[in-house]
């Protein structure tokens, strides 16, 4: 069964700190890794991994995809307040049905000003 | 001009009766999906629809029907309402399999049955 491990799963830090949250999978047949963001309503995306190696970059978020060690990290420099939000990472498998896009239970983020 | 609309947003009924949540979206996608999301925030998938055929079905109570009336819509329908249903759903929708796809979320509808 395909499978989305995520940690911390809660974390609290100060305005200014650097985060790395963590996703790594279990998946049949991998096709991509995605982040989302989810404050008080639907998640937002963030980013898609296909590739090893090749960082994603949007301001302060940047994350990276290593498939031979299958996980993924997500880096926020600079936290601010408007960082807090629960952050999902799912993966894509490949197969003959159809898509799915398989969750991690996410990671909780505090920003404290 | 939402890309993945659901109604209604709040929901609120007692044990036993029957509803439904509506699912739109506007991006042309062919594929759509509903996802449950527990207290603990676990976002599971239920099922997921490609040009109104049915493509994944979960191990969801056969309480739960999905049905697309085409492929823009999407609606879930609930019957026997049970205390354990209460969640937010999520109507999602994106391209097909074939494409590197993000999925677009709905905004959620919260379910509380009493």
């Known amino acids: 069964e395909d499978k989305v491990v995520q940690s911390p799963l809660s974390l609290v830090v100060h305005e200014g700190d650097t985060v790395t949250l963590n996703c790594s999978y279990e998946?049949?047949?991998?096709?991509?890794l995605l982040w989302y963001k989810q404050e008080k309503k639907a998640p937002t995306f963030l980013f898609m991994l296909?590739?090893?190696?090749i960082e994603k970059k949007s301001g302060r978020l940047s994350s990276i995809l290593d498939k031979k060690e299958l996980f993924s990290i997500l880096n926020i420099t600079a936290t601010q307040t408007g960082d807090s939000a629960i952050y999902l990472c799912?993966?894509?498998?490949?197969?003959?049905?159809?898509?799915?896009?398989?969750f991690g239970p996410g990671t909780r983020l505090s920003v404290l000003p | 001009d939402t890309a993945v609309s659901q109604t209604p947003k709040y929901l609120v009924t007692q044990m036993g009766n029957d509803k439904s949540i509506k699912c739109e979206q506007n991006?042309?996608?062919?594929?759509m999906y509903w996802y449950k999301q527990d207290s603990k925030k676990f976002l599971k998938i239920m099922f997921s629809?490609?040009?109104?055929?049915?493509?994944i079905n979960e191990t969801v109570p056969n309480r739960f029907s999905p049905k697309s009336p085409d492929k823009a819509h999407l609606n879930l329908h609930i019957n026997s309402l049970e205390l354990g249903d209460s969640a937010v759903y999520f109507c999602?929708?994106?391209?097909?399999?074939?494409?590197?796809?993000?999925?677009?979320f709905g905004q959620g509808t919260r379910l509380t049955v009493v």
């Open positions: 998946v049949t047949n991998f096709r991509s």
């Open positions: 991006l042309g996608h062919d594929t």
């Open positions: 296909t590739s090893s190696g």
């Open positions: 799912a993966v894509v498998p490949l197969d003959n049905y159809g898509q799915n896009f398989v």
């Open positions: 999602a929708s994106s391209r097909f399999r074939t494409a590197n796809t993000e999925a677009f």
């Open positions: 629809y490609n040009n109104k055929e049915l493509i």
